[in-house]
């Protein structure tokens, strides 16, 4: 059209002619507008105003779009866009918009084309030569929209060549993609490179890659989230990414950083892509060798790693040592005592727990001990017992009385303190302001112990001081006591401070604060804060007063750590992130990676992250902006916390980094089905994790987790001749092996696992066992070492509770817990975590040894919610069968132990010392008898023998078959004469009996 068009002339209106010389106002050519008239006071404004107009035209290149025409009094308008700012000509031909809007509109466009025509190819490109990323559908996307409205709507009312016409549908097509047309795309590309690849992929491991695995390994959003199941093959994943993206020319091998977390991991990374990739020019990196390296290269030399980093034993001792020397200083010194003696255990009220057995369960679980070592039932009893040690006072703690007042169905009186050398007595009563107990306690029954006892002191004209809860809580607690000592001239003179600092010693406390205060240092230094937010960290803390006296201690082998690197010109892991982090945000250091790739991601912390981010960042300023991240992890088996691992980096991974695609690898190759379908069920009634369906390749149809129930005072039977759980389970699993069909080439293994290493057989067990079954390799591992391994079978140990427990109840110091990442808001977050990975290592089964008169809330969810399990390959005692039957009818959450006496059986608490129920067994056989079957009756659980006894319908206690002159009857167990406690309930003989036969 441009060689053929003749130049169009557009005249003035006739108020332009009084103005301009010529007829014709602007001339239209292929080039552009020019202004025909050289005069008039418009023209020159316009040229002095507008520098865009060059000796009098306007090129089509210059104007942002075509030129548009309106109407007006005095003709019409020809409005111009260029620069992004609008001009108007005014005075033209009242016919100028019928007789050349499309004219202008047509040569508006010719001269577009090209710009038009090579947008759209280079998008094309662009979304077919790689993955189209997040980051570059919003680079092109406002592209598009600035050239969409320079076209539309416009151009649909114009006739165009065939080529324009084409490069527009595609135009619209582009501005109007959804998130349904980007995916279509990557689809596209992706199924492309399978294609493309298949022999790639299907060689680059000893067994061909699933197809989840591929296409992790094409995917390459801007931010990557690779959510792996336990054994489906992540590192496989690793592997085939990187052979890939140099395979496919989009990388070569220096573009590419794989992080793993330890040089065991990362040695382990390397010998795998040898291997399978046969170079050895990708190399795995350690957060270690990346901060030395970005260091070394910003300052031209290698730092000096403290040896610290690398053993922690060493700086465990140094912190030991320094601890040592700082309590040789007085005032340092009386702040330990005082930490020891009120801040070392978290408080708890009672008031707040649902049963008595629940508060008895946290004083157990947290060893709640006095620094003479006694296990105390309250933390006021706790810090009277450290007041009365501290000063010098003899005490007894729960002595008995020294009269004797026991009966045939009472013990003897024990009041919470004595006082040998001064003849005293001291009751804590747990009272508040307004006379109310805890609400798992009977008020008055407590009230009338409570007057029983004084009554009891009065008769026998003994000495007893009276102290209450309500004035713990207003930390009265001591001044009352103090003030009530010297009523009875009770004198009183300080232990030396070598005497408690022996006792410290002895007791471990001092090692255990030395060792926390070695994780502390790391973990505060890590958190980079100024006084104020240390000033928030108090505030936030779970106890602000204990977390600010532990860090006043903590303060002092802070600076002198920080003193002792700087003499030896030595950095620690966390000084290393924190100069890698700031060379690399300051710019002085620029990632030469284009593609970063991080194994285990579940296990990362915070500072560790935030590295990671300033790496893919750190290209933003420079024209190379095209970095991904690749993070390989499985929210499931994150279990370290402890070390300031955070979970929520991977369940909201995307807040973090930004927008991600996530793909999951859900084929396990490693357990079965039916251990994949406990496993899972178990661990997904956490909400705040990520949903999954792990599928396992094995399938098999019966129950793959045996649960084998044995208390540790029950013998051989003829069923089972081994007494021992452990050698019932080695016993079980040797006979499988030798049953099984498909005889294995190599040793089945065996992991003992446990949530503590200590309840695991030591090397001599160990070996011992290795000699009674030689078929079978036998390892033992702690729960935490097991992660990343498998064995053929598990045996699962130590699922008990207390304060080695599982899952763990003991407290988190709350200093460490301030400066550890938020925990989770679902109990047992972690540790249920932890006991889906010890499933998990089995691939083909789990042995799980149970007393369940101790047993771990978690074995009983498995045994109660019916999660399929087999319970019945190994025999069981009654107590073992019935545990839910038999809970203590004091504390109620307790278990009945069976026992022993000199004249017949008896059921004792779990929970004891504190608490000091015991139960008679049946009458008749012995056996455990229950509350459970039928109301107001304890029912004998033999079933072969039956024998009921009613309970008291006045005061709940058992009752026992008495004889009087008129026969025999029913009486309450609490009776005690004319006592105050007493309960003198009767119920006939002949009335129970027709009740039985009811």
Known sequence: MSAEYSVKHIPHSWFGHLYQRSANALELTTEGITFISTQGQFLARFRQTHQLLNAGHLSWQQLDHPPVFSASLLGSLLSVNAAGTCYQIPFLSYFAKSQFKQQVELLWALSHENQLCDLISRIEKAISSRYLRRSLV????????????????????????????????????????????????????????????????????????????????????????????????????????????????????????????????????????????????????????????????????????????????????????????????????????????????????????????????????????????????????????????????????????????????????????????????????????????????????????????????????????????????????????????????????????????????????????????????????????????????????????????????????????QQHLSASGDIDFEDMIAKALGYLQSGQYVSPWRYIMVDEFQDISEPRARLVRALRDSRANTSNTDTSLFCVGDDWQAIYRFSGADVSLTTQFSRYFGNTTETYLDLTFRFNNRIGEVASAFVSKNPNQINKNIHSLVQVVDPAISILRRGANEGATKD??????????????????????????????????????????????????????????IECLSFHASKGKEADYVVIMGLTQGIHGFPSKKMTPPILDAFLPQAEDFEFAEERRLFYVALTRAKHRVYVLADMTNASPFLVELIQQHYAIEQNEFSRSLVQTLFEQIKCAQCTTGTLIPGTGKFKSFFSCSHSPLCDHKQAGCDLCGSPMTRKRAKGFTICLNDNCGHMAPLCNICGADMTLRESARGAFWGCKNYRGNSGLSCSHTIATEKITRLQAH
């Open 138 to 561: 919003d680079k092109i996307r406002p592209r598009i929209e600035r050239e969409y409205r320079r076209w539309f709507p416009w151009s649909d009312r114009v006739e165009l060549p065939t080529k324009t016409r084409a490069a527009l549908t595609q135009l619209r097509d582009f501005y109007h993609w959804n998130n349904a047309d980007v995916e279509h795309i990557r689809e596209h590309y992706i199924q492309s490179q399978l294609l493309a690849f298949a022999d790639f992929f299907d060689h680059v491991e000893s067994n061909p890659l699933t197809d989840k695995q591929r296409r992790a390994c094409i995917i390459d959003d801007d931010n990557n989230l690779l959510l792996a199941g336990a054994g489906t093959g992540k590192t496989s994943v690793m592997v085939g990414r990187a052979g890939y993206l140099v395979a496919s020319g989009q990388a070569q091998a220096d573009d590419i950083l794989l992080l793993a977390y330890g040089k065991k991991a990362a040695k382990e990374m390397d010998q795998r892509i040898k291997h399978q990739l046969g170079t050895d020019d990708i190399k795995a990196s350690t957060f270690h060798s990346l901060g030395l390296k970005i260091i070394a290269e910003v300052e031209g030399v290698n730092p000096s790693l403290s040896p610290w980093v690398n053993d922690e034993q060493a700086k465990d001792k140094w912190v030991h040592n320094s601890l040592q020397t700082l309590i040789e200083d007085e005032p340092y010194r009386k702040q330990v005592f005082d930490y020891f003696s009120h801040f070392y255990y978290v408080e708890k009220n009672p008031f707040e727990f649902t049963t008595e057995g629940d508060y008895f369960e946290y004083l157990n679980d947290n060893d709640i001990r006095s620094l003479k070592g006694e296990r105390v039932k309250s933390f006021a009893e706790l810090y009277i017992a450290n007041w009365l040690f501290i000063n010098g006072i003899e005490y007894q703690y729960e002595a008995k009385y020294e009269y004797d007042v026991s009966t045939v169905d009472f013990r003897q009186y024990q009041a919470d303190f004595y006082l040998p050398q001064h003849h005293v007595y001291i009751e804590y009563y747990a009272i508040d302001g307004a006379n109310n107990t805890a609400p798992y306690i009977d008020n008055a029954a407590y009230f009338a112990s409570m007057e029983w006892q004084r009554q009891l002191h009065k008769k026998h004209q003994t000495n007893c001081i009276e102290l209450f809860y309500y004035q713990h809580k207003k930390n009265q607690l001591i001044n009352r006591l103090e003030q009530a000592l010297t009523v009875f001239k009770v004198n009183y003179s300080p232990l030396p401070d070598d005497a408690i600092l022996a006792t410290l010693h002895k007791l471990g406390r001092v090692t255990e604060l030395a060792k926390l205060f070695s994780q502390l240092i790391g973990l505060y230094k890590a958190a980079c804060v100024d006084e104020k937010g240390l000033e928030q960290v108090f505030a936030n803390a779970g106890d602000p007063q204990q977390t600010r006296k532990a860090f006043e201690l903590l303060q002092p082998i802070l600076q002198q750590y």
């Open 720 to 777: 089972e001749p081994s007494s021992n759980a452990l050698e019932q389970a080695l016993n079980a699993l040797s006979v499988r092996v030798a049953k099984a069909t498909d005889k294995p080439t190599t040793k089945p293994t065996v992991y003992l696992l446990a949530r503590f290493w200590f309840q695991l057989p030591d090397k001599d067990l160990l070996r011992q066992l290795t000699v009674n079954y030689p078929m079978l390799v």
